[in-house]
């Protein structure tokens, strides 16, 4: 992650119970999307953000809420209102939101819950019926509890919409604009997108009062301080590809991408018959299979990690030594986000990117967004034929590509099923 050297948190007002939390963490500077958007929510604006996960943009909008909330945090617990509320496609990325959340306002009484679809809605409702200041939820399981009366949103302050782009691929847009709508007339509405295809330019133009934009682009500098190989390979090929180079080059904690949760699965199978340790990430598993997965990576237990894009969305992995992408990505701007984890904290990373016959174009569309060639790696064992047809036939993992989560996308609306960019 890029940070500006001379800023500290001290000259964003913030109240010292928040400061003392940051330097427990260990959090030096404001990164450079903490230091635009922090004064802007003090002040009140809306904003919308283009950011992706890595670039601080939790704290950039969790800092200054709780800097507002603090003032009434001391009332009874039973007299708490819902004052910020927190939109999240997933899960995965709501839990993490929470924990940020908890670790930044850790010095303060300001009482946070999580709620999200999936398990049971019980114990979601103790929680807020003991009162809440701030909540994070996913949309379909704050409606339901809406609906219910459980969650009151007339005392809303901040609104923030995180990953707005995956939330309306994935179908939330009327769910969103009811939220919106219940929400008070006054409030704020922080946005934060990775990518800002028209359809969040358009909700944001109809539901932000005068957003003032910030935007870190990571796309540049994530893909240049990556150090990026590619390797031409047949299909059939790519797995002892993968391993010739987890032998002999790739070394240290790895992430590979690939496409379908169906291709993690066998990945993960045949790494783990060759003896490595391997874990994986994808919506078949359950909560709490994908966090023992996750603990397990990131303390090193285990130094391989399988994932789709879309399990990994939002997820925070850092130090990462490699980014292997054993499917290449359909959307350039996936690649860079892929790659842009093994380049954190401005150090250099280094991706392995494996592309068969039927991956070529994407390879054209990846080196046109980021302005130049990747490093072509020919003398490998398993070399592709440069003339070799792509194999067209449709198999077991591009069915699977049908669901999210293990479930049907039911929420997608007919229009966006026909008009769909998929970003992921
Ligand atoms: P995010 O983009 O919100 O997912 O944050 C990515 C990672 O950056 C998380 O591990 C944060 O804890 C970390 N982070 C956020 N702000 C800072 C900061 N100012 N300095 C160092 N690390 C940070």
Same mark, same amino acid.
């Given at each position: +992650?890029?940070?500006?050297?001379? +800023?500290?948190?001290?000259?964003? =007002? ?17 990164? @450079? ?14 904003? /919308?953000?283009?950011?992706? *996960? ?27 209102? #819902?004052?910020?509320?927190? #939109? ?12 940020? $959340? ?55 302050? *901040? ?7 995956? +939330? ?9 604009? &009811?939220?919106?709508?219940? %929400? ?22 109809? /539901? ?27 299909? @059939?090929?790519? +797995?002892?590809? %993968? ?13 590979? $991408? ?37 603990? &397990? ?6 130094? #391989? ?20 992408? $054993? ?26 990117? $494996?592309?068969? =016959?039927?991956? /070529? ?10 302005? !130049? &060639? ?5 003398? !490998? ?19 699977? *590509? ?17 008009? &769909?960019?998929?970003?992921?």
């Amino acid at each position: +992650m890029q940070k500006q050297k001379n +800023m500290h948190f001290s000259e964003l =007002a913030l109240d010292k119970t928040i400061l003392k939390a940051i330097k427990e963490i260990g959090y030096d500077t404001p990164t @450079p999307i903490q230091e635009k958007t922090i004064p802007l929510v003090l002040e009140n604006k809306d904003v /919308i953000g283009s950011a992706q *996960t890595g670039t601080g943009k939790t704290a950039a909008y969790a800092l200054p809420i709780i800097e507002k909330l603090i003032w009434n945090q001391n009332v009874a617990k039973k007299s708490k209102k #819902i004052r910020a509320l927190i #939109i999240s496609p997933t899960r995965e990325l709501a839990v993490q939101i929470q924990d940020d $959340f908890k670790a930044y306002g850790q010095f303060t009484n300001l009482r946070t819950a999580v709620v999200f679809g999936g398990t049971s809605i019980e114990p979601q409702k103790d929680k807020i019926n003991k009162g809440v200041d701030i909540l994070i939820a996913t949309p379909g399981r704050l409606l339901d509890l809406r609906k219910q009366e459980i969650i009151n949103l007339s005392h809303i302050q *901040t609104l923030v919409l995180d990953e707005a782009d995956l +939330m309306l691929d994935m179908g939330f847009i009327d769910d969103v604009k &009811k939220i919106v709508k219940v %929400c008070p007339r006054n409030r704020q509405i922080l946005l934060f997108s990775a990518t800002m295809p028209k359809k969040v330019s358009q909700l944001a133009s109809e /539901i932000l009062n005068n957003p003032e934009k910030v935007a870190i682009s990571t796309t540049s500098s994530a893909a240049e301080n990556v150090n990026q190989k590619l390797y031409y390979v047949p299909k @059939p090929k790519k +797995m002892e590809l %993968c391993l010739h180079l987890l032998r002999n080059t790739i070394k240290g904690s790895i992430l590979i $991408f690939r496409r379908t949760k169906f291709g993690v699965d066998k990945l993960e199978t045949s790494l783990t018959k060759n003896g490595y340790k391997v874990t994986s990430l994808h919506g078949d598993k359950t909560q709490s299979a994908r966090q023992e997965a996750l603990n &397990k990576f990131k303390n090193g237990d285990i130094n #391989i990690l399988i994932a789709t894009d879309v399990a990994a969305r939002g997820i925070d992995i850092n130090s990462l030594d490699a980014v292997i992408n $054993f499917d290449l990505p359909n959307i350039p701007e996936t690649y860079v986000h892929r790659i842009g984890r093994t380049a954190r904290a401005g150090e250099s990373g280094n991706s392995y990117s $494996f592309c068969a =016959a039927d991956e /070529i174009n994407y390879v054209k569309s990846i080196q046109h967004l980021i302005q !130049h &060639k990747i490093e072509l790696v020919e003398d !490998h064992p398993y070399s592709l034929d440069k003339n070799t047809k792509p194999i067209v036939h449709k198999n077991k993992e591009q069915k699977s *590509t049908n669901t999210y989560f293990g479930k049907k996308k039911s929420r997608k609306s007919a229009n966006s099923k026909k008009n &769909k960019k998929r970003w992921y």
